[in-house]
Structure formats: C-alpha cells, structure tokens
C-alpha cells in the first residue's frame, strides 16, 4: 500500500528539480506548485516584455529561442528543438524590415549602396552588438562545455539568439507588430549608440569601399594596399593612392589592417590630399 505514494513523492521530486534546473514555465508542466524557478522566469518574461514592447502568448516559442544547440542536445528528454530554425526565419524577417526601411528612407540611391547598408546593418557583428546591448546572454541557455569555453558571450551565439528573438515574434504575431517591435529596438539602440539607418555606418562596416569610392571620385585608379612581411607572422601595410604612399600600419592579420588602415584614412581624409593627379 506504500508503493504508490512512494512513487509519487519520487515523481514529484524529480519534477521540482527539472522545473528549478531549466526554469520550464509553469503551463509546460501541469499539476506541480510553482517553484522559485517559476517565479525567475516570469520576471524574465516581464523583462522581454519591456524590451521589446511586446508580450508573448506562447511562452514556448519565446523560451526556445534562447535554447542554443549544446544546450538541446544536453537536454533532448526536456525540450522539443534549439532556436536554429527560429533564427533561420529571423534572419529573413529582418532582412525584409531593415529592407524596406532603408528603400523609404534613401529614396534617391542605387540598390548597390541600399544592399551594402542592408549588409552593414543585418551582419553578425552587429546584431551581436544588438545582443549585447539589450542583455540577451542573460537568458541564452549553452551547454556545459558552451558555458566553460565563453559561448554564453560569443559573437555568433548572441547574434542568432537575437535572430530567433525576431523569429519567435514572428510567429506568435504578425509582419506588423514585428516590423514594429524590429523598428523599436532599433531606435532604442540608436538612442543610446549610434545611427543605425545612416550611410555612415558603411564606413566603418565596409571602410574600404568606402575608400575606393571617395578616391575614383577624381582618380582613374583604385587605392593599392601594399603589403610587406616584417617578422614572423607580422605585416606592414601601405595605402598608396595616385602612386604615393599616404599611410601605413603593421599587425599580423592583413585582412584587419587594410580595414583599420582605410577607416583611419577615411577618418582623417588623407586621401584629399590627392585629389589630384601626379604629373
């Protein structure tokens, strides 16, 4: 006669701890009382509410899109996906908002320079930037040995959670209030960092485009990035425009030192100095 209470207590010991453990929402699992975890996570959910000025009505889509795949897979018994397909979804949502808000409000560009904004805008460093700014990694969910090597703040963790944010307003909403809620977190970004729908943003985004653009304005001929092996694994490079060198700068990724080198040009406007071409 025992054996039956027995079990009970054990099943309902075993839930406490999976609802304490995971923070799973109360309406997820039926019939247990609500715990501290409970409570935690629906200050959570108050908190997203007041980000993103919208509030969710199914909890589960706005829980699993902070479910990260080491995490899942950890915990497959518990929880039906990871946020990649939320992100995947995200990710065009986005694109189509900022799409057109950009189309609106640089009415007179070509579509090259719209698709290069849409791209300094929509990029893994930026929406990584959106991350952090709106304090994502404190509800991201990584694995154990995610957690050890950093992911909860890594650039590419944070930039698909907050893509599968957007997904996950997507689907518990509509096109119209997520364009909205997109358009609101924006604003709220550029309140307190910077522009985000500005054609300055390119510079540091794509600086050396930027660059060939200002310099074929009274040049035939592009900038040339000249690139010399100082040591080991060290570089030194040169920006000659109109065959004379303006500016340089070493470090040991090429990549990164042409685009600090180009902002740095951009920023100064050494390039002015030769807006007109050797004789």
Not at 45 to 70: D, R
Not at 96 to 107: A, D, G, M, P, Q
Not at 138 to 166: D, H, P, T
Not at 197 to 216: G, H
């Amino acid at each position: 006669m025992l054996l039956p209470p027995l079990l009970g207590a054990w099943y309902q010991l075993i839930l406490n701890y999976v609802r304490h453990f995971f923070k799973w929402p109360r309406d997820d699992l039926q019939g247990a009382a609500m715990t501290s975890a409970d409570l935690s996570w629906q200050d959570d959910l108050e908190k997203l509410a007041e980000i993103l000025g919208y509030s969710f009505h199914n909890n589960e889509l706005v829980q699993t899109a902070f479910i990260h795949t080491s995490y899942f897979h950890e915990n497959q018994n518990i929880f039906k996906s990871s946020n990649e397909r939320l992100e995947f979804l995200g990710d065009s949502v986005l694109s189509l908002v900022v799409s057109r808000k950009i189309y609106e409000k640089f009415s007179t560009e070509s579509e090259g320079k719209l698709s290069q904004l849409r791209s300094a805008i929509v990029n893994e460093n930026q929406l990584y930037q959106f991350a952090l700014f709106f304090n994502l990694q404190n509800y991201l969910k990584v694995g154990k040995g995610e957690e050890r090597s950093g992911g909860r703040m890594k650039v590419r963790n944070l930039s698909r959670c907050f893509e599968a944010l957007i997904g996950a307003v997507y689907l518990d909403s509509d096109y119209a209030t997520t364009e909205k809620v997109i358009l609101g977190l924006i604003d709220q970004y550029e309140k307190n960092q910077h522009s985000i729908f500005s054609l300055e943003l390119l510079e540091d985004f794509d600086p050396k485009t930027k660059l060939q653009e200002e310099v074929l304005k009274f040049s035939e001929t592009p900038p040339i990035y000249q690139s010399e092996q100082i040591g080991e694994s060290q570089y030194k490079i040169s920006i000659v425009i109109n065959e004379k060198v303006i500016d340089s700068m070493t470090g040991n990724s090429k990549k990164k030192i042409e685009k600090k080198l180009a902002q740095k040009v951009l920023k100064e406007k050494k390039y002015v100095s030769q807006s007109a071409s050797p004789q």
